[in-house]
Structure formats: C-alpha cells, structure tokens
C-alpha cells in the first residue's frame, strides 16, 4: 500500500492509547488521510519528491517558515501573527487587530486557558479551549491541568509571562521523545505552588478544576540517544515506525522525524 501527497500536521484523537491520522494533501486540496497507527510496528518507506508548496498559497517553495509558509505568507497570512507565539501581545479585546481584525477575533478574542502540561518536565502553557486536549497531545504531555480560564488570549498569556520565572515554558524535545521526564512534583502541587503568583487582577480567572488529564502514546520502543532527521537530508527513509508522539515519528536505529516541521513538503508512504 502507499499513499501519496503533501504533509500537514497530524490529526490526533485522545483515548486509551492516541489515535493519529495523516492528512496528505494534493498541493491545497484534501486528499487522503493515513492510520499510522495501524503502521507501528511495520517496515515503511518515506519518500520525499523534492516539492514542497507553501500550505497557505499552494506555491512551490524552496524553504518553509512557520509550519510549512512561503516566506510571504509568514510575513502576511493572520496564521503567523506575533500574538500566536507571544499570546500576551495579542490586543484584538481592545478593538486593535495586530494583522487582520476578522481572524483575530474569530481564534483569540474567544476563550483561552492557561495549563500545566508534563512533558520532559512541568511546562506553563497557552491555547483556545477548543484545542484541548489536541495542543497537549502535540506537545507529547504525558499529563495536563487546567491553572486559568480566560475569555480571550491576551489574559491567558500574561498569566503564562507571570510564572515563567517559576515554571518552564518550553519542552526539551530530546527528553521528551526518549521518556526522561522529570516528574519529582505533581502538576497539582505545582499548580497550588503557582496560583500564589499570578497577579492580583488575573486572579479571578484561575480554575478550580484540578482534574488530571492522563495522555498514552502508542509507543513499543522509545528511542535511546534521539536522532532527528529531515526529508532534506534524507529524501528516501525505510525504517521500522516503533510509536509515535507529539507530532514525531519514532523509527527503529534512533531516529525521530517531525511531520509537522514538514508541512507542506510532498512524499509518498508505502508499507
């Protein structure tokens, strides 16, 4: 069997064990959508067809920015705004769009949270209440918790700036693909450590809702000493696929490979 198209990022669907899908696209048009998980655990073949087109125009690109834009379209598209990385630049509640008002109010003028999410080790984060829990699963969190619920993003980020004097807010992916997790406290206990903190007009916005949300990835073999590798430098891949997590591909030999890095480049999977 294989399938053929141009990547975008996985689709995950939280249960007993995280189902992944593989959207492979035709340039901007939908095409078909791949199991990996009924892949793990066999001999695939990855081959990259030395095309890669921007996920927002459709235009052949030499090189990708921001998960797989032309380099205009990261200047221009609303999806590369600043406020996406840096929610606590976000002013679209005030009335004042950073780069285009419509999309704005639609993705960040509408709830948000703030969580703790255990991935090599506690990590403060942000996102819209409606990704949850698909941007912990990205991430490859193996636990989260809700700490604030805001009604648009830039409260959500400005309680993220406040504790990341005291907390992570980045992951160590190298950690996190070999399972090293550092998990000497709870995210319960650093959530009650943390509440303290938060500035006294953001206050009102913690939650109260302590549940622990518990992620298993469908993993046989993690990876020793993590080796990442790209269709760049490797365009022809023929591996065991040993588990996947966050948005990586864990193959046999150490190797690791990032698809949503790769958005947009155009390959074929064959078993």
């Keep these: 069997m ?15 064990v995280v189902s992944y899908k593989l959207p492979l696209y035709d340039v901007l ?29 459709g235009r052949k690109v030499n090189k990708t920015f921001g998960d797989g834009m032309s380099y205009e379209a990261w200047r221009n598209s609303p999806m590369a705004v600043e406020s996406v990385i840096r929610p606590e630049l976000s002013r679209i509640h005030e009335g004042i769009a950073l780069r285009d008002e419509a999309w704005e ?15 090599s080790g506690i990590k403060v984060g942000v996102t819209r209440d409606t990704q949850v829990p698909t941007r912990w699963i990205d991430q490859g969190a193996i636990e989260a918790i809700l700490l604030a619920e805001t009604p648009y993003r830039q409260a959500a ?12 807010d980045k992951t160590n992916w190298r950690r996190m693909l070999n399972n090293n997790i550092d998990d000497s406290s709870t995210l319960l206990e650093k959530k009650e450590e943390l509440l303290s903190l938060i500035p006294e007009e953001l206050q009102q916005f913690i939650s109260k809702d302590n549940t622990i949300t518990k992620i298993n990835y469908p993993v046989t073999q993690y990876p020793e000493k993590v080796k990442s590798i790209k269709f760049n430098k490797a365009p022809l891949i023929q591996k065991k696929l040993l588990g996947i997590k966050g948005q990586y591909l864990l193959l046999e030999d150490d190797l690791v490979m990032n698809l949503r890095s790769q958005a947009g ?3 074929t999977i064959s078993v």
């Excluded at 198209?5 to 996985?10: A, L, Y």
């Excluded at 939908?30 to 927002?56: A, T, Y």
């Excluded at 109010?105 to 991935?119: D, F, G, K, M, Q």
């Excluded at 980020?157 to 992570?168: D, F, M, P, Q, S």
């Design 157 to 168: 980020g400005l309680i993220e700036v406040a504790l990341k004097n005291y907390v992570a």
């Design 2 to 16: 294989e399938w053929t198209g141009n990547i975008r990022k996985m689709r995950s669907t939280l249960g007993d």
């Design 105 to 119: 109010r639609e993705h960040h003028l509408a709830p948000h949270i703030t969580y703790l999410s255990l991935t």
């Design 265 to 267: 480049y155009r390959i």
């Design 29 to 57: 048009e939908p095409g078909v959508e791949v199991d990996m998980n009924e892949l793990i655990g066999k001999e695939i073949q990855l081959r990259f067809h030395d095309q890669i087109n921007c996920v927002v125009t």
